[in-house]
């Protein structure tokens, strides 16, 4: 079992940055991967950036490639999302999710294990 709780999320004008955390807590945090989703309003959820439990292996979505970072902390337990040149398309409920497959950096929601109760960011134009 793992509990995964994320912060940093907020209001932040376009252009701007942000960083997500997710702390984490109950298992192994290393034997996990990682990974970051994202859902918009009337939208199904969507694959954001993942990272291997050694953060050996990331992966981005071509929507954030080269604007967003994955990151991650196994000393303190925790998976960054550094957010940066933020568009107002991505405004979203933000969550993390924990993979027991750690090798991987796997995309789709229902490869994941467990899930934040997600974080709310708002980017203004």
């Known amino acids: 079992q793992v509990q995964l709780v994320e912060s940093g999320g907020g209001l932040v004008q376009a252009g701007g940055s942000l960083r997500l955390s997710c702390a984490a807590s109950?298992?192994?945090?290393?034997?996990?991967?990682m990974g970051w989703f994202r859902q918009a309003p009337g939208k199904e959820r969507e694959f954001v950036s993942a990272?291997?439990?050694?953060?050996?292996?990331?992966h981005n979505a071509d929507s954030v490639r080269g604007r967003f970072t994955i990151s991650r902390d196994n000393t303190r337990n925790t998976v960054y999302l550094q957010m940066n040149s933020l568009k107002s398309e991505d405004t979203a409920v933000y969550y993390c999710?924990?993979?027991?497959?750690?090798?991987?950096?796997?995309?789709?929601?229902?490869?994941?294990?467990?899930w934040g109760q997600g974080t709310q960011v708002t980017v203004s134009s």
């Open positions: 990272i291997s439990g050694t953060a050996r292996t990331t």
């Open positions: 999710a924990a993979d027991r497959n750690g090798l991987g950096v796997r995309t789709a929601p229902f490869e994941y294990d467990y």
């Open positions: 109950g298992d192994t945090f290393s034997s996990y991967a």
